[in-house]
Structures are given as structure tokens and as C-alpha cells.
């Protein structure tokens, strides 16, 4: 069963990050912001682990700078934007041909048993 929330010392074994990168991370990254309880115990959720792989992938595989990194977030936050919204049109277009082919397929049945 997976868990709601994981600890910095889970993630950062599962990241194979050290606590502390994790924090910075937490001041340079304003998209990263784990939840903190009692004591200031931060939880961190599965969407905050998702995007700290994609900025751990960036950061080290891809060779960005911070500053690219932070670029990046901002790009693909602005695209999820629009694609949430051409999303909607897609979704009045899609109707549009269902109803079309529905029509094409009635044609063909009433042919069909005539």
C-alpha cells in the first residue's frame, strides 16, 4: 500500500538526494513545498516526489542550471494551462465526430437491412 505522505529521510533515500539538497531545493523551487507538521516535520505527498525526480533529472542528467530548471517549471506550468483549456475545445470537437460517425453508422445499418 502506498503511503499519503513520506518524510525528508524517505525521500531522500529514494531519491538518493542528501536531506539538506532537499531543503534547497525547497527555497530555490517555489513549486516545491512539502507540507510541515508539529515540529516543523515536513511531509512530502507523491506529487511533490514526481516533481523533485523531474528536478533531480534536469538538474543531473540533463545538465540544466537552477535557473533552467526554474525556467522549465515555468513553461510546463504555463502548457499544462493551455492544455487544460484546448482540452475543452478537443472535447467539443470530439463530441462533433462521434455524432458524425454515429450518423455514417445509422446510414450503414439502414442500408444494410433494407
Known amino acids: 500500500m502506498k503511503k499519503y505522505y513520506y518524510t525528508i529521510g524517505e525521500v531522500s533515500n529514494l531519491l538518493d538526494l542528501k536531506p539538506h539538497i532537499l531543503r534547497y531545493w525547497e527555497k530555490e523551487f517555489p513549486q516545491v513545498h512539502p507540507r510541515k507538521r508539529f515540529g516543523r516535520n515536513r511531509r512530502y505527498n507523491p506529487d511533490d516526489i514526481e516533481l523533485l525526480k523531474k528536478i533531480k533529472f534536469m538538474l543531473y542528467t540533463q545538465r540544466f542550471t537552477i535557473e533552467g530548471v526554474k525556467k522549465k517549471l515555468k ?22 465526430n462521434i455524432k458524425k460517425e454515429l450518423k455514417k453508422l445509422q446510414e450503414l445499418l439502414k442500408i444494410r437491412c433494407s
Open 75 to 96: 513553461a510546463l506550468d504555463k502548457k499544462e494551462d493551455q492544455m487544460e483549456l484546448d482540452f475543452t475545445v478537443d472535447k467539443k470537437e470530439k463530441k462533433e
